[in-house]
Structure formats: C-alpha cells, structure tokens
C-alpha cells in the first residue's frame, strides 16, 4: 500500500509537486469511477480522493453536485464507497476518502476508520469538520492508523491555521480561493500567500485545491506548493463525454497534461 | 431601560437565561449544536458572534432595535382570547400571541430586524438569506430595503411556486429572488445555496440566518431576537390572568417562532412547553418533517441536531403543506429542550392543520398561516386533554394571506 509520506518522499526526491485527483465514487457508475481514477492513476495521479457522495454538498459547486447527485441516484452506498477505494489503491496511488461528516458520524467513527483502513484507504478529507469537533475522528483515525486532512482557506487567521494545521497528518489542503469547488479561469492569488503563511505551523506537506484544472495552473501551484489537487476537470470531462470510452480517453489526456504541469 | 420608559426589551432580555448556547460553550446546548462548517467561514462566523456579544449589552443598539420593534415591526404585538374556537378544546382558555399582526405578516420580523443591525455594525452591505415559506425572505428584503442593503434570497423552486406571492414581494421589495432548483427544491436545499454564496462573498456579505439553527452563533442569536415574543406574551398573560400559562404552544419547523416564545417560559418549571411539528401525510406515511419525533441525532447545516436522515446520513426529503415547516433538520437548542425533557414535541398532519386553519377563520375571524395552524391544531388537542380550567398561550407566528393559493386548492375555494 502507498502511502501519503511515500508519495510525498518520492515527489520530492524528483523535485516537483504531487498530483491529486477527486472523483466520487458511483460516478459515472460505481466501476466506471474505479476505471477512471485508475485511468488518472495511470496518466500520472499520486493520490486519489474517492468523494463519499452526500445529499447536501454545501461546498460544492454545480459540477461535483451534479456528479454526487448522479451517484445516488445509482444508489452509491458507503460499501460502494469503499470498494471504490479498495479498487483504486490496488492502481498504486495513495486513496484517500473526501467526505462531509455526517456520513462518518452516522456510520461509526471507528467502524468507519476501521472499514477504510481494511480497504487499503490512507486517510481523509473532511471539508465540514472543524477541530473543535474533531476529537473523535482523530483517535478513530490514529488507532486504524490513517491519516486525517483538513482545510486551511484565504481567511484563516495565523491562530485557525495554527489550530487546524496541528490536527493535519499526511498533508494540509489549503483552499486556494474563497468559494466552492469547481474549475476557474484563474487560480486564486490568495493561494501562494496561504501555503506561505500555513508553512511554518505544518509538520506536513502543504497541497492546494480549489479552481485547479490545466496543466498551467498546476505548474503555477506546483511552484509553491507540495501537491496540485484536481477535482471538477475530471468530473467535467467525463460529464461532457459521449461514452464512457471517450470519458475515460478524456481523463487520462487531463491527467497526463497536469501531471506534465507538476514536473515544469 | 426600563418598561415604564416605553421599552420593550431590557439588556437582561439578551442574556438568554435557560439553556446555554453563549460564547462560553461555543454553541452547545448538552451535545447539540456546535460548529459544522468549512473552515472558511470560520472568521466570519466569529466576527459575527464577536459583534453579537458587543451589541447585545451596548444600550444604543438595544435602544435602536428596541425602537425599531416598537415604531416599524408594529410591537407590542396584542394577544387576543378565542373563546369561540376554544369550544373545540374542551373549553380550555386559549390565548393568541398575534405574531401575525407585525409588519410583514411574521415573527420573522423580529430577528431580521436585529440582524440587520448587526450587519450594518460589521460594515457589510450585503445580506443574503434562505427562505421556506417565503416570510423570512420577504422579511429580509424588507429590512434590507429599509437600510439599504443589497439583498439576495435564495428559495426552492418549489416554494417559489407555492408562495408566489411572497416572490412578488420580495421582488417589489427590491430584492433578487434565486429559484434553487437542485436536491428536493426547497428550504434544506436553498440553505446549502445561500452558505455556498456566503464562502464566496463573505467579505461584503452578511448571512442573514432566518431560524436557530445552523452554526454558532446563529441559534443563539436568533432565538435572542425572537425571544421578544415570550417576554412580551408572559407579562401580557399574566396581566389578563394573573397567572401563568399551563402551556404553550407553537409550530415547530426550524424552530425560531417556537423558541422566540418559550425561552422566556424555560425556567417557569410549571408552565409546560409544546411543540408541533409537521406530520404531513401522516409518520407512517414517511411523508412528513418530523424531524424531533421522528429523526435522529445527526449533523446538517453546520450543527449538531436531529436530522431525518437515512442509515447513512443521507437527509431524508421532508413533506409538508406549509413551506415554512418543510424542513428536515431543527434548531439545536430544541433538541435540547426535548432530551431534557423541558418541551415536548409532537406532529400535526396536514389535514389536522387544515383544518384548524379554516375552524380559526370561521370561528374568530383571523386566517392564520399554515405553519402556525399546526400549533392551534396541537392546542385544540392539548385543551381536551388538560381540560377546562387551563390556560393555553399559542403562537399565531403568522397570517394566512400567502397561504390562499394552497387554501383554494386544499378547500376548493
């Protein structure tokens, strides 16, 4: 199993960022989202993060509620969830889950960390759990032994991404841009001053999200920050294709051109 | 600041004595509540609380809400005896908290009335706002109107098409109304619409949050505001009395008109407290928005309450007649008040709140909104079984005029 510090390591020892991708699980379907994460393993993803799909996705935008809405609509359930994940890291990426709590709190915080870990997971991302409510997912998290993510935004002050910072371990997502999720024209200018502000507090890499989504942008973020996250291009993709063969064409293209991005 | 110098609200109005939710607890009422949020709008919300707790002891904006109340929202609002539609309640004493006779119809009135202060204290000119039945969006563009604010509110597809009247209003009021046409359509959904525009602009933007629930500070904050209702109606009770209540009743959606009247009655151990949620078609129906009697302990819209919600975490849709109550999660502090054992929370089929919508327009001449029809429903039951001696304060949170569409269709009018 890889594990984030390895990804981390490597991409280091080979002087550039990593290369992050999300897809929901049960999106397009619940194997075409294992076919096409590892088609963006293949293309040149480091990591994955499966997205648990959630009925009120309140950080994100049209393109990743639109995705998740599909996908439970086909009925994506959280084993679905974990086979997707248990798929995906056979690919060699680290695969981490992206979720909102609710459905962690409802299943179980330790038979949840336990399930995940079973699948070959490394960890998550939790988007609505701030650290005063972490507690409990955090021990959960350390006894199974994965690894918990959390964001830092342009408005954190140098006390939140002190706070928020110390509850990350394998790398710190720091929000490039106020807003939700989606692909921008621009990557947000408030993202370099972030990674600069959030590095001294970070025992971890520092990964930049939100807005990310052609290989100049993660060149842009690749030049000041230890990994490129890569959401809603992919979606986008798959989303715009005729079939699945073109989507997984189409993906594979967008990984490959970020993850030339990334070595620039 | 007292009453004799013609206030209404004294800074101790503004403790919210009772169950907890200030600063000290950051939120929580027992394990309820709390903060569930990106970590983005975590400034803004501790901006907004920092204010808050500024404001509510500062004499000049006591002073300004307290005028505002009194010479634009129409308070004191009148309570008003139904003896005629109090012989369905085995003859209890009914009284009405006549929410429904300030400005713009609603209870809502109130809190947008603070809030907007507020915002203009945090130098914001903007105020988005989510909107069920269409008051709380009607009542924010009003406000926003009045302090010239920019004003957004976002509503379900849905109820805009049930409560077209309000989106004319709001759009009179000179508001932008953003029909939210994801998920279910309706006030859940146009909640998760108005935090996405919030993380966007929420350096210009104040999210004018509409009942108790939410992330901290909201369901301190609002219930603050609203909690003029219960001081108004305790002393008026007991004034026409010279006691208290046995109960009090309201309808029970997201909880503010709910909480806005009991708060002031938590720590009256004798005074029992009921809440009405809606039953829709029926619990077994599964068709509904019993969200307390029905639901379970859960997380939605950034606070820790109960939630219908399925096996694994996915809010269930809610049903209701009335918009304003078609709500799948509650304000925290309710869920409090109900594991305490302090309030206890029942449903209200639509067909119940119908009809003692029409046996209230009948009987006293006052067409009531639908929300709050499934508080007189509860209270035509509460009297028969606490019988003729009782005394029953009910909140008439609002006025029917933006439910005639739906009572033409419900009664073919």
Redesign the interface.
């Known amino acids: 199993m890889t594990t984030l510090a390895t990804v981390f390591e490597k991409a280091r020892a080979e002087n550039r960022a990593a290369l992050v991708g999300y897809l929901p699980a049960g999106f397009p379907t619940i194997d075409g989202a294992i076919a096409a994460a590892t088609a963006m393993v293949e293309a040149g993803c480091d990591v994955i993060e499966i997205g648990l799909p959630?009925?009120?996705?309140?950080?994100d935008?049209p393109t990743i509620?639109d995705a998740v809405?599909r996908a439970?609509e086909n009925g994506t359930?959280?084993a679905d969830v974990m086979r997707t994940v248990e798929g995906v890291a056979k690919s060699g990426a680290a695969t981490l889950v992206m979720t909102y709590?609710?459905?962690?709190?409802?299943?179980g915080a330790e038979r949840f960390a336990r399930d995940l870990a079973a699948a070959g997971g490394v960890g998550t991302i939790t988007?609505?759990?701030?650290p005063?409510?972490a507690g409990p997912w955090r021990e959960a998290s350390a006894s199974a032994g994965i690894d918990t993510v959390?964001?830092?935004?342009?408005?954190?002050?140098e006390e939140?991404i002190a706070i928020?910072t110390e509850c990350c371990t394998g790398f710190v997502y720091a929000?490039s841009l106020?807003?939700?999720t989606g692909a921008r024209e621009s990557v947000g200018a408030a993202a370099a001053g972030l990674v600069e502000r959030t590095r001294p507090h970070a025992k971890v890499p520092v990964c930049v999200g939100l807005g990310v989504g052609t290989g100049a942008q993660a060149a842009e973020v690749a030049a000041y920050a230890d990994g490129v996250i890569v959401g809603s291009a992919f979606i986008r993709r798959l989303l715009d294709a005729p079939n699945e063969r073109e989507g997984l064409r189409a993906v594979r293209e967008l990984a490959a051109e970020l993850a030339e991005g990334v070595r620039r | 600041m007292s009453i004799s110098e013609g206030t209404l609200i004294t800074p101790a109005d503004f403790t919210g004595a009772g169950s907890g939710g200030d600063v000290s607890e950051r939120g929580k009422f027992g394990v309820f509540g709390g903060r569930y949020v990106p970590e983005a709008l975590i400034p803004a919300l501790d901006e907004v609380a920092a204010e808050y707790e500024k404001a509510r002891t500062d004499l000049a904006f006591i002073r300004e809400f307290d005028h505002l109340l009194r010479t634009y929202a129409g308070r004191p609002t009148t309570i008003t005896e139904v003896p005629r539609f109090a012989e369905q309640a085995g003859g209890a004493r009914i009284l009405l908290k006549r929410e429904d006779l300030t400005h713009t119809g609603a209870h809502k009135i109130n809190n947008v009335l603070g809030q907007a202060l507020l915002t203009k204290r945090l130098g914001k000119s903007r105020v988005i706002a989510e909107t069920g039945a269409g008051q709380h969006g009607v009542a924010t563009a009003t406000a926003a109107a009045l302090m010239g604010l920019e004003c957004v509110i976002y509503m379900g597809a849905v109820d805009c098409e049930r409560q077209a009247l309000n989106v004319a209003r709001m759009k009179l009021l000179g508001a932008r109304v953003v029909p939210v046409t994801n998920g279910s359509q309706t006030l859940k959904d146009a909640i998760n619409e108005a935090f996405r525009d919030w993380v966007t602009n929420v350096d210009s933007t104040h999210y004018l949050f509409g009942t108790v629930a939410g992330p901290y500070p909201f369901p301190g904050i609002v219930r603050d505001f609203a909690r003029i209702i219960g001081v108004e109606a305790r002393r008026q009770v007991l004034e026409l009395t010279g006691e208290l209540p046995d109960a009090v009743c309201a309808a029970v959606g997201g909880g503010s008109n709910a909480i806005g009247i009991m708060h002031a009655f938590i720590e009256d151990a004798d005074v029992q407290l009921h809440g009405y949620e809606a039953g829709g078609r029926g619990a077994e129906t599964g068709e509904h928005a019993l969200t307390l009697t029905q639901g379970s302990i859960g997380v939605l819209h950034g606070s820790r309450t109960y939630v219908l919600q399925d096996d694994e975490g996915q809010t269930i849709e809610s049903h209701s007649i009335s918009a304003g109550l078609d709500y799948p999660g509650v304000g925290p502090e309710h869920a409090w008040l109900k594991d305490s054992g302090r309030a206890t929370y029942h449903g209200i089929t639509d067909a119940e709140a119908m009809d003692a919508f029409a046996l209230l327009a009948r009987t006293e001449g006052i067409i009531p909104a639908i929300e709050s029809s499934h508080a007189l429903a509860g209270a035509l039951k509460l009297g028969r079984d606490l019988g003729p001696d009782a005394t029953i304060l009910v909140n008439l949170s609002g006025r029917g005029d933006k439910d005639m569409g739906t009572a033409m269709k419900y009664f073919n009018l």
């Open positions: 959630y009925s009120d996705p309140l950080m935008g509620q809405h439970l359930r959280i709590w609710n459905p962690i709190d409802r299943y988007p609505d759990l701030t005063e409510e959390f964001l830092v935004a342009p408005s954190s002050t939140r928020v929000a106020m807003g939700v």
